[in-house]
């Protein structure tokens, strides 16, 4: 019988990937201190980090009342639902990184900033030309690169979580919010209506009563 110095197995440290894993992990603890709309007074401060888990929480619970859905209409097309089963699987991978950008540059970009009608869309194409660089320079096939359906879905989620935000802000007695509680309705409204018309194309089937429940309550918000 082999004694366990002779069983051993030598574990060779690889350090190339050791060194990718702490350079990615050096990047996502800088979520944690990078804070929403940080230019505007609020009493409730939110990171990037737990606005992050609040979108992947947000599609993981949309995904699960829309599969239930897609089961029955789907139940005699098994390829329409791996291709559902693909899609969910995309869209809580993207929701999770979807601002990993922001551990890129370094900081949030105000909407003030990227959408001015000066040169916001100058300021656009070279943030993103700098974040696609760095990430293939450092991630490459790490960070998500989501198909449009993906993206307008994850959209959703990220204006739901906004508004919570914003909705919990003009509670605690924050008035200032109030025009950004009405910002992130409305631009919630739009981002459902648009992946509502692209999923409907890409899956051929339209159901969505989770998504006329979330815009009845946006009605009911504003009339309370």
Known sequence: MKSKEENRVEVVLDWNMYN???NFLEHLSRLDNIHQWEERDSIIKESVSQHSFKVCAIAHYLLRIIEKEMKELLSDDSAAYLKFVEF??????YAILH??????????????VKYN?????????????FVNHQETLDFQDLIPKPTEVVKKFVKVCDWVALSTFCERNKR????????????CDEKLREAISSFVKIFSIEFKTEFF???????????????H
């Open 117 to 129: 009608s000066y040169n916001g869309g100058k300021i656009r194409e070279a943030i993103n030309d």
């Open 209 to 223: 009563n989770i998504f006329e429940t979330l815009d009845k309550i946006i009605t009911l918000k504003w009339q």
């Open 88 to 93: 969910k699987a995309n869209c809580l991978s």
């Open 99 to 112: 601002d990993f950008d922001e551990a890129i540059i370094g900081r949030d970009i105000s909407h003030v």
């Open 172 to 183: 605690m007695g924050c008035i200032s919010f109030a025009s950004e509680n009405h910002y």
């Open 20 to 22: 990718k894993l702490t």
